[in-house]
């Protein structure tokens, strides 16, 4: 039986509770078509309780970026077991899981929403690509990256973060296939790297050494081969 009483939340259970709400808002549609009045309702809530908690949108939506940002910097994290194909390509399916599910606001994020520019915002992203490239160079097992293998790694997290932007504008592409094609396009920007580079090819030698013969860059190699033309 019911009393029909409602329980009072702590300050701090409360803060997160408006957090979530909010980022399943903004995960939805771009924050800036969510008010504060939606938040309020659906947090079952008044307006000025909502500015109680937090001075204004900016930093209730920061406060919702952050902890995206944290999801989003976990996904990253992969047990270091079996090939670097298919470590790559499970963490591939993390990132499009999280961009399915937040696509608007991820959308908003990347090519301009409310805290976009903020010191905040900036540093969140940043944060996140930073765990990103810590994780891929701990899967490499690369202490003291050269340059030239931060660039590889770099330009491949803004790779990742274009492509799914792309994607999203109309998911015209299999999402599997281009999970698949991130993880070949690592290796093809670390191939070419290798090519002229001889830290960076004992980099792939490594990782080639531990490649199945079936494996997801065995099979590009084997297509790469099958491109070029026939000598009569």
């Known amino acids: 039986m019911t009393t029909g009483v409602r329980r009072r939340m702590g300050v701090e259970e409360r803060r997160q509770q408006l957090i979530g709400v909010a980022l399943d808002l903004f995960s939805h549609r771009s924050p800036d078509d ?7 309702a659906a947090a079952g809530i008044s307006r ?7 001075p204004g949108k900016l930093s209730l939506y920061e406060a919702a970026l952050q902890r995206a940002a944290d999801d989003l910097a976990e996904r990253f994290v992969e047990p270091r077991e079996g090939p670097l194909g298919s470590r790559l390509l499970r963490v591939m399916g993390r990132f499009f899981d999280f961009v399915d599910g937040h696509g608007p606001g991820f959308s908003a994020l990347m090519r301009g929403g409310p805290a976009v520019g903020s010191s905040t915002t900036n540093a969140l992203i940043d944060s996140v690509r930073q765990a990103a490239y810590v994780q891929i160079l701990a899967h490499l097992g690369v202490t003291d990256p050269p340059a030239r293998l931060e660039l590889v790694i770099r330009s491949w997290i803004s790779l990742a973060e274009s492509t799914a932007l792309i994607w999203l504008d109309g998911r015209r592409i299999p ?3 281009l999970e698949l094609q991130l993880v070949h396009d690592f290796a093809a920007l670390t191939a070419v790297s290798a090519a002229f580079d001889e830290e960076m090819a004992d980099i792939l030698r490594a990782v080639l050494v531990e490649e199945p013969a079936d494996g997801l860059f065995a099979e590009l190699i084997t297509r ?9």
């Open 34 to 40: 969510v008010s504060i009045d939606e938040i309020a």
């Open 224 to 232: 790469l081969i099958e491109l070029a033309p026939q000598q009569s």
């Open 48 to 54: 000025p309780l909502v500015y109680h908690y937090f």
């Open 175 to 177: 999402r599997a296939e």
